[in-house]
């Protein structure tokens, strides 16, 4: 018996190919012969002709070959390395179109993963940034080194191929001109640069950070050892080309991992954090704090949640995944009590100290996991109104989602960065709430990536 799902197309195949939506990594997507093709680069609307380049046994994935009809809304992307990088998927769209593809992405993965009709469902708009250019306050360039020169950039896309970059077209001006100075410092001083391949050399990352509000510049150099030659050179380099950094800091990681930190950091001079503002809260982010990388939209995607929470100064709150504390402190004037939770003891630590700096009394937070902490709670008649959560990209965890039903608070706000697991989340939770209103909100501009806020009441 044939196997209905066996793939009817061949490596290299060229093939004619409609475009009907965008998939969840901004590719586009089509249907040849029954089969799903994914395609990066290709807009909806568009007629191409694409080369198959992976045939797996439910998909494939192929490259455009030519655009036989294009899309009104494609536009020439601004950024010169923007195919090879594969850090933005969307520079290629026109941004008015970025935010509706963005909405219909969500709507994707409710249709896919919940029997909810959508059309009965209140998604919003998604809210967008007047400039949607320039804004992460944070860069991570991996470093190397052709014929003398200090590059510093990304790895290309599934590739171990360095791309460097002069300019990032979303990054930061501030970030961008600090990863240039130090760049040539290092090639200055001919500090030993880390080679990936032959595993030899110091210097392996630059992250520079920016507090937008303060305009103070944090530089972190990622090296493989706690020896970095040259130390005091660099320093007074650093300090004298760019005044506005207020701490240079050294990482140490020496592992053969992905991972960008080590465990051990080093304060090389100035303080060890620097200051940033969102609204009126304050924050000091040392180099491992994290810190949502664009500051403007927090403020818009945290509004939101205060708004879908609706507090009237009498509710018992519970801040889930509260990492440094911002969105229970966000809300916290509104509130009679907040609890917030997270697995790691250092970001538990700093939102006390958050809380205690805004002399904010009526907030703890304790290190564990929600789906632990949350039943000890309960054990002792602590029952909250209102929940929010903002779990990482894979979700809710299971045992959370059931203590959230056993304990039924009356209202859940929901702040997803990832909408295939939102919508998995939303299904189960649907027997016991009701979806009041999805809100996307686009965090990340010229990327595929969107966040969403959405509001869930108890039913009655």
């Not at 990681?253 to 304060?267: C, M, P, W, Y």
């Not at 059931?402 to 909408?419: D, E, R």
């Amino acid at each position: 018996m044939k196997n209905e799902s066996s793939i009817k197309i061949k490596d290299k195949q060229t093939f004619p190919l409609t475009i009907k939506r965008l998939g969840i990594n901004g590719e586009g997507v089509g249907y040849f012969k029954k089969q799903v093709v994914f395609v990066p680069g290709a807009l909806p609307g568009e007629e191409v002709v694409v080369e198959a380049t992976k045939v797996h046994p439910k998909f494939a994935e192929a490259k455009i070959k030519n655009i036989r009809k294009e899309s009104p809304f494609r536009v020439q992307p601004p950024c010169p390395v923007y195919e090879e990088c594969g850090g933005c998927q969307l520079q290629h769209l026109r941004y008015d179109q970025q935010l509706k593809e963005k909405r219909d992405i969500v709507i994707q993965a409710l249709e896919r993963h919940t029997k909810i009709p959508v059309d009965t469902l209140d998604i919003r708009e998604t809210i967008g940034m007047e400039d949607p250019w320039n804004y992460r306050n944070k860069s991570q360039f991996q470093v190397g080194k052709k014929d003398e020169k200090v590059l510093a950039g990304l790895y290309g896309l599934n590739s171990h191929k360095l791309i460097h970059i002069d300019h990032c077209a979303v990054q930061h001006p501030k970030t961008t001109k600090a990863t240039g100075k130090v760049r040539k410092i290092l090639e200055k001083l001919n500090v030993p640069i880390y080679n990936e391949r032959t595993k030899k050399g110091i210097v392996r990352t630059i992250v520079t950070r920016v507090g937008v509000q303060t305009g103070e510049v944090q530089i972190v150099l990622i090296t493989t050892k706690k020896d970095l030659p040259h130390k005091e050179q660099i320093v007074q380099e650093i300090k004298k080309r760019m005044p506005e950094v207020k701490s240079i800091v050294q990482n140490i990681n020496g592992e053969k991992t992905s991972l960008i930190f080590g465990k051990e950091t080093i304060a090389l001079d100035g303080k060890e954090f620097i200051q940033e503002s969102l609204g009126d809260l304050s924050f000091e982010l040392s180099a491992r704090t994290f810190f949502q990388l664009n500051p403007e939209q927090t403020v818009k995607l945290y509004d939101e949640v205060k708004q879908a929470a609706a507090l009237t100064e009498k509710e018992k709150v519970v801040d889930a995944y509260c990492g440094v504390g911002t969105i229970g402190l966000w809300v916290a004037d509104k509130a009679a009590e907040i609890r917030g939770m997270d697995i790691i003891r250092e970001s538990i630590e700093d939102a006390k100290k958050n809380a205690a700096r805004h002399g904010i009394k009526h907030a703890q937070y304790v290190t564990g996991k929600a789906e632990d902490v949350f039943p000890r709670w309960a054990k002792e008649g602590w029952k909250p109104d209102v929940v929010i959560v903002d779990p990482p990209r894979t979700g809710l965890d299971g045992g959370l989602i059931q203590s959230l039903l056993k304990s039924a608070p009356k209202k859940i706000v929901y702040v997803s960065c990832n909408p295939s697991t939102l919508a998995k989340d939303i299904a189960v939770l649907s027997g016991k709430y009701r979806v009041e209103y999805i809100q996307p909100v686009d965090m990340f501009p010229q990327t595929a990536h969107v966040e969403t806020v959405v509001k869930l009441e108890e039913r009655l």
